[in-house]
């Protein structure tokens, strides 16, 4: 999606240092287009920025998405990346619980996007398999909200040669939905498209080398939201920023953004990667139309 080829674009890339609990509250209400968001899972990774137990972590939880409900617009998207951790042989229930008091906070559950880790590390467990999916919870804040699902089509594949080819009576009629839904697919309108719309699993491998961060997002996983939920000018929130992929990627594709992170380091070692984004970066790496570009990246 191009930013009109006549305006002119201030860019801006603010990192906060702190708790988000705390840092949220400077940001006004209903401002904020796109939140997409790694927080720390309950019980991992103690050794590098805390964790919290399984059995406080709603409790952690609520007062910060009660701030980024808040400041999310009634048009605007959450995205949370989450993975329930094995406590004692069993699946923990805290992010089930956690939808569950989210909803009764005034959050709509959208959608559940999977990520599928497609480079998973081999292992061997004695009751299960290696975990090779995480979560993406959709939140929003009303039914009606921004969705840009051009951006995001793919090419139609193997479906183009093989099932298209060969429909049957069925799929030829569109197929109502037997439980009375009034939603039904005809397939045949796909005959001659190149391109459909994705399904709701992404295939991303996890990418951690020189991120100086051990539980670092690919850079699609944004991307992806980012070109389904926003347009350019947009304002991105990260709220556990963490090597800040959100911020770069965001930028990168013309929006503003916003990180808050409780390490030092990581605000500093973002504020640095930030530097170095120039504007006509911005221009080869990405199809947009070049537009006059201001740059702010700011730490608090
Ligand atoms: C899973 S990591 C996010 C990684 C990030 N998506 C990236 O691509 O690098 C979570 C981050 O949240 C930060 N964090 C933990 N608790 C926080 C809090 N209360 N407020 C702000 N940041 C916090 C951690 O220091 C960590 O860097």
């Known amino acids: 999606m191009k930013p009109l080829s006549n305006e002119k674009m201030k860019l801006t890339a603010h990192v906060y240092l702190g708790d988000s609990k705390e840092q949220l509250k400077r940001l006004p ?36 998405s009660a701030e980024l409900l808040r400041v999310l ?73 921004n969705m840009y699902q051009e951006e995001v089509m793919v090419p139609m594949g193997d479906w183009a040669t093989s099932r298209l080819k ?39 491998a996890t990418e951690c080398s020189n991120k100086n961060h051990s539980a670092a997002f690919p850079e699609e996983l944004p991307e992806w939201f980012i070109k389904l939920f ?4 947009d304002l991105i929130l990260d709220p556990f920023m963490g090597s800040g992929t959100t911020l770069l990627v965001a930028n990168r594709m013309w929006r503003n953004a916003i990180g808050i992170e409780v390490v030092p380091e ?7 990667k930030l530097k170095l984004l120039e504007p006509p970066l911005f221009e080869t790496k990405t199809k947009y139309e070049p537009a006059e570009l201001k740059r702010r990246a700011a730490v608090r």
């Open 29 to 64: 209400d209903d401002s904020v287009d796109l939140i997409v968001t790694s927080p720390p899972y309950a019980d991992q990774r103690k050794s590098t920025y805390g964790g919290i137990h399984h059995d406080d972590y709603v409790e952690w939880f609520l007062p910060i």
């Open 73 to 145: 617009k009634p048009t605007g998207t959450f995205v949370l990346n989450i993975k329930e951790k094995v406590v004692e042989g069993e699946r923990s229930t805290y992010v089930m619980e956690l939808i569950l008091a989210m909803r009764k906070q005034g959050w709509l559950w959208t959608e559940e996007f999977i990520w599928h880790k497609k480079n998973c590390y081999p292992g061997k467990w004695p009751n299960r398999f290696r975990d090779a999916w995480e979560r993406l919870l959709q939140f929003n804040k009303s039914r009606k909200f």
């Open 166 to 204: 060969n429909l049957s009576a069925t799929d030829k009629i569109r197929d109502n939905s037997k439980v009375g839904s009034g939603f039904g697919k005809n397939i045949s309108n796909w005959l001659e498209r190149d391109k459909a719309y994705p399904t709701n699993v992404l295939h991303l």
């Open 230 to 233: 926003t347009k350019p000018d």
């Open 266 to 272: 990581y605000c500093e070692m973002v504020k640095e």
